[in-house]
């Protein structure tokens, strides 16, 4: 018997208790008020999950080139913006996404796969503290062991997907395909939270809102449980 999950999420205003099945149903998560896809939920449950998993990753992927600070607070936290792109994208496939997660170190534009959410593209995730008028990047990371970024050839042809926030509570942004991310990106944009390493990306308000990808890739949402 496959057991409920249980979180919560946000959305008009309001937070929901929600609960679903982890039984690999693809759909993305609807808000019972406006019936536009949830942009905001807590990753409370699972935040020692989260910590063990940081670990790993610190192993694995120590040439990262980390924000400033605490280089496993930010591995939590870019992994928690993935679990969270998870309930809302795809809760169904929350194991899957863990069993992943826990199973690979690098995992460039695969960090959702589209079949979970019912898309024929993968997707990538990017995680940013907060979003302002000034502030808010969605940004690629000079891939290790080159010099710098070539936008050609380290954009994945792969949906991008920026979330904020730190702690409980992440929050879905702005979301872009790679023409756009082309388009609209630029050389090491400011303010950049990293440590002079070359970067390609955009401001969020310069990409697609978040809550417009559900009728621009034609998603769906998941059946009440």
């Not at 149903?25 to 896809?37: A, H, N, R």
């Not at 939270?193 to 417009?212: C, E």
């Amino acid at each position: 018997m496959i057991r409920m999950i249980e979180f919560e999420a946000r959305c008009c205003d309001t937070s929901f208790k929600v609960e679903t099945k982890p039984d690999r149903t693809s759909g993305y998560l609807q808000c019972p008020k406006c019936q536009q896809i949830m942009p905001s939920v807590s990753i409370a449950p699972w935040k020692v999950w989260l910590h063990e998993l940081a670990l790993i990753h610190a192993q694995q992927l120590h040439d990262r080139s980390y924000p400033r600070g605490d280089s496993r607070q930010f591995s939590v936290d870019g992994a928690a913006a993935e679990l969270a792109a998870c309930l809302i994208l795809c809760p169904g496939h929350i194991e899957d996404y863990r069993e992943l997660a826990a199973s690979t170190g690098r995992n460039i534009g695969k960090d959702l796969l589209g079949a979970w959410i019912g898309y024929q593209k993968d997707f990538e995730i990017k995680w940013t503290q907060y979003c302002s008028e000034n502030a808010g990047i969605l940004f690629v990371r000079r891939p290790v062991g080159q010099v710098d970024v070539v936008p050609s050839r380290d954009l994945v042809d792969s949906i991008y997907v920026l979330l904020h926030g730190t702690g409980e509570w992440y929050r879905a942004s702005c979301w872009a395909d790679r023409e756009l991310l082309l388009k609209k990106g630029e050389r090491n944009p400011k303010p950049m939270p990293v440590d002079g390493n070359p970067t390609w990306g955009a401001h969020w308000k310069k990409l697609y809102p978040f809550q417009s990808i559900t009728s621009r890739l034609g998603l769906l949402p998941i059946a009440p449980p």
